[in-house]
């Protein structure tokens, strides 16, 4: 493209809003600039879409080329407390420190985890009222949009670090009666391109579920205090189905069901791709 022809395309983008950060290539001595080229503008604010859903924050490299900045925006489904035989069955009524092999090693054909087992666990009820963690069912759950802002470490990692996760305080069913609304799901889905030597680490509260490429990846699903596990991606490239150059889908899949408390902490060099939220 000439800088003309660049630039009568600026132009055309300035009148409808959509030029910020917008070069027609031209240096100010008229000569024509190296790093040519159009952009949304570094560090643009997240637009709303029509479901209610940010698309993020997107930001530029200098030779025109573009990635987006780590906002990770999912779904939190609120659910109330079975209390005196009102409320889920499976938020605040099973009690105990341990891990279950609550789901299926493949996560199913709707993007969500599948049951592992025909009834009950020792920390779950049944196929039924599990099928209601992550789908919308109304007058059982309510879905609400919700943001995580990871920062980016020294090293180039994301990092998201909360040891009081309460997304939806005072929203949905409300906190009834407790400090904190301690009872919902977060599922949230995004793309990274496999360079090789990535890593993964997840700690947190209670029920916790990371899948790519469609397999079980990280499994701690249960009721327990705060755990850790990290996913190497070399070490399990095999196991995983991935391949260096190609670019997966992660999927995770967090509860929390039990008070007092709440952890999510999140580590990763993956580089995520998808600039728009993956809801399903």
């Keep these: 493209m000439t800088r003309l022809q660049?630039?009568?395309?600026?132009?055309?983008?300035?009148?409808?809003?959509?030029?910020?950060?917008?070069?027609?290539?031209?240096?100010?001595?008229?000569?024509?600039?190296?790093g040519a080229g159009l952009s949304a503008g570094a560090g643009d604010s997240g637009s709303s879409t029509g479901n209610g859903f940010t698309t993020g924050s997107q930001t530029t490299t200098g030779s025109g080329g573009g990635s987006c900045n780590p906002n990770l925006t999912g779904v939190v489904r609120d659910f109330r407390a079975y209390e005196d035989g009102v409320g889920h069955p499976d938020f605040e009524t099973f009690g105990g420190d341990g891990l279950d092999g609550i789901v299926e090693p493949t996560l199913g054909a709707d993007h969500k985890p599948v049951y592992a087992h025909s009834g009950s666990t020792i920390y779950t009820t049944g196929p039924a009222e599990f099928d209601q963690w992550y789908r919308d069912v109304p007058g059982v759950n309510?879905?609400?949009?919700?943001?995580?802002?990871?920062?980016?470490?020294?090293?180039?990692?994301?990092?998201?670090?909360?040891?009081?996760?309460?997304?939806?305080?005072?929203?949905?069913?409300?906190?009834?009666?407790?400090?904190?609304?301690?009872?919902?799901?977060?599922?949230?889905?995004?793309?990274?391109?496999?360079?090789?030597?990535?890593?993964?680490?997840?700690?947190?509260?209670?029920?916790?579920?990371?899948?790519i490429n469609g397999k079980l990846a990280i499994d701690?699903?249960?009721?327990?205090?705060?755990?850790?596990?990290t996913i190497?991606?070399?070490?399990?490239?095999?196991?995983?189905?991935?391949?260096?150059?190609?670019?997966?889908?992660?999927?995770?899949?967090?509860?929390?069901?039990?008070t007092s408390a709440s952890n999510f902490h999140i580590e990763s060099s993956l580089e995520f791709s998808n600039c728009a939220p993956i809801v399903y």
């Excluded at 030029?19 to 240096?27: E, I, L, P």
């Excluded at 090293?155 to 906190?175: E, H, M, R, T």
């Excluded at 701690?220 to 596990?229: M, P, T």
Aim: a negative charge; proline letters at 3%.
């Design 6 to 34: 660049l630039s009568t395309l600026c132009a055309m983008l300035t009148m409808v809003n959509l030029s910020a950060g917008c070069d027609d290539g031209s240096d100010d001595d008229g000569t024509a600039g190296a």
């Design 142 to 211: 309510v879905s609400i949009p919700f943001t995580i802002v990871p920062t980016i470490s020294q090293d180039g990692s994301l990092v998201y670090d909360n040891s009081a996760f309460f997304p939806i305080d005072d929203q949905g069913f409300g906190n009834e009666g407790r400090e904190h609304n301690f009872h919902f799901t977060f599922e949230l889905h995004m793309e990274f391109a496999y360079k090789g030597g990535e890593v993964f680490t997840f700690t947190g509260d209670d029920d916790l579920w990371v899948f």
């Design 232 to 258: 190497d991606l070399d070490a399990r490239a095999a196991e995983l189905g991935i391949t260096v150059g190609e670019t997966y889908p992660l999927d995770l899949f967090h509860a929390e069901r039990h």
């Design 220 to 229: 701690l699903g249960g009721l327990h205090q705060a755990l850790s596990e």
